[in-house]
């Protein structure tokens, strides 16, 4: 039998970070390299194994918040199908799409996935509607990439917080988009090609599986799409997903900056409009979105006289009562905010 000790001083006598690390200097040009990683909040002994993007990985994939996304809603809430798409299968999609066009590109793949896998740590219950109502009753605003950099950096291990590398914390940061036009102002402020592979993997994820699950709630129908945006991007999901991923690749390739050509730029950017049109901003005023919102303001008044109420892994939380609250809320799953809703009422 083996002993532990022997174990241990193996693995690091074999340096198997070192070598990943020495592989690296392979990579782009343009491509981020983990031994020259900005560092962790806290300093760390390196691990003997996996890279400080590879660790980080590690700790989103066995984080409380990142087991939650699965019962968080992506479009549409609580819905009863098994097959709509929830917070945890879009980050996954996002993921593997991001991974395809990293590698294709010759990046640092484990860099992209571990932004991938934490950039919607922070969703609220019920979406974007959770989102919206937090933002108006937080006294310094919600937005949910700035939560997920607080899930990360403090939430995570009572105070602790995962202490993931500067890198991956900008890419989580910088990764959301509001309402701007792909590609458009601000899209570049990520500071890492990497992270923004992850932003615009996201908006391909989220502009063909949304359009699955719409049909399948019979908002929109396939007939309804543009022409010609089937035209251009393809009549399927994964045509258009390929059509979009070569795309990026193909422009992106030798440049450091992500980017996309004209013609299929603009065919991306009119269907996430006509999902805007059709699906999503039609979405917020369902009776499912109303009830949505009246459970988070409801939860909200009902805590904020109930300090007590919260649970006690906030205690160690120096934030004011009303953060506490937010923090709180905003990492239910939609389940648990609607079973807890239905106990304050009675």
């Given at each position: 039998m083996i002993c532990r000790e022997h174990d241990d001083s193996m693995v690091k006598e074999l340096n198997i970070r070192g070598q990943t690390e020495k592989r690296e200097e392979d990579l782009s040009p343009y491509a981020t390299k983990s031994k020259f990683s900005r560092g962790r909040l806290r300093w760390e002994e390196p691990c003997p194994i996996r890279t400080c993007f590879q660790r980080d990985?590690?700790?989103i994939i066995h984080c409380n918040a990142f087991r939650r996304l699965k019962r968080k809603t992506q479009v549409f809430i609580a819905p009863l199908g098994d097959h709509?798409?929830?917070r945890l299968t879009h980050t996954l999609e996002v993921s593997q799409i991001a991974r395809t066009i990293a590698r294709a590109l010759n990046l640092n793949e484990d860099l992209t996935e571990a932004i991938a896998l934490g950039h919607?740590?922070?969703h609220t219950p019920f979406g974007h509607i959770g989102e919206e109502v937090l933002n108006e009753l937080c006294p310094d605003g919600f937005r949910h990439n700035e939560q997920s950099l607080r899930v990360v950096d403090l939430l995570e291990k009572e105070g602790q917080g995962l202490n993931l590398t500067w890198?991956?914390?900008d890419g989580i940061l910088k990764h959301s988009k509001g309402q701007i036009e792909i590609l458009g102002e601000g899209w570049g402020d990520v500071s890492t090609l990497e992270g923004q592979v992850c932003k615009v993997a996201d908006i391909v994820a989220y502009i063909n599986h949304d359009i699955d699950d719409a049909i399948r709630a019979n908002m929109i129908r396939e007939s309804d799409l543009p022409q010609?945006?089937?035209k251009i991007l393809g009549a399927t999901r994964s045509q258009r997903i390929n059509t979009l991923v070569c795309d990026i690749v193909s422009?992106?390739?030798a440049k450091p900056l992500i980017g996309m050509s004209p013609e299929v730029l603009n065919a991306a950017n009119q269907l996430r409009a006509f999902l805007f049109d059709n699906v999503y901003n039609p979405s917020l005023a369902s009776e499912e979105a109303i009830r949505a919102r009246k459970t988070v303001r409801s939860l909200?008044?009902?805590?904020l006289g109930r300090e007590d109420k919260l649970l006690q892994e906030f205690a160690y939380l120096d934030s004011s009562k009303e953060r506490k609250i937010i923090d709180y809320i905003a990492g239910m799953t939609d389940q648990?905010?609607?079973r807890l809703a239905e106990e304050i009422s009675r």
């Open positions: 990985r590690d700790r709509y798409v929830t919607d740590l922070g890198e991956v914390r010609f945006i089937i422009d992106s390739w909200y008044f009902y805590l648990y905010a609607l």
